[in-house]
């Protein structure tokens, strides 16, 4: 893929998907938290999986940090499940994060 199959100011190289169960999600604030979360400069696909509650992400890290993702969803009264599985991912994401800004 190349950078012109993405949305603007990702670019491909850099995309990291995320997988994050969410808790408090409900109809009014879904659709909001997708369109805030897609209007992000760096986000590059952003969506919604009802039946699973989670919300799988792709964005530029060398632009994003996912704290700043949070911080939205903390907006709309949204926050990440706290099953080991998520806890364990969302422990391990800033360092992978962190790890590829230094080698980029």
């Known amino acids: ?23 408090g999600v409900n109809r009014q604030n879904q659709n909001a938290i997708i369109n805030a979360i897609d209007n992000v400069f760096d986000v590059d696909s952003v969506q919604y999986d009802e039946n699973a509650a989670t919300l799988h992400l792709a964005y530029d890290v060398s632009l994003c940090e996912l704290d700043g993702l949070e911080e939205m969803l903390i907006q709309h009264d949204v926050g990440i499940s706290h099953e080991w599985l998520t806890c364990l991912e969302k422990g391990h994401y800033p360092f992978i994060d962190e790890n590829i800004r230094e080698h980029t």
């Open 1 to 23: 893929m190349n950078n012109l199959e993405h949305q603007t100011g990702s670019r491909a190289i850099n995309l990291l998907v995320r997988h994050l169960t969410l808790t």
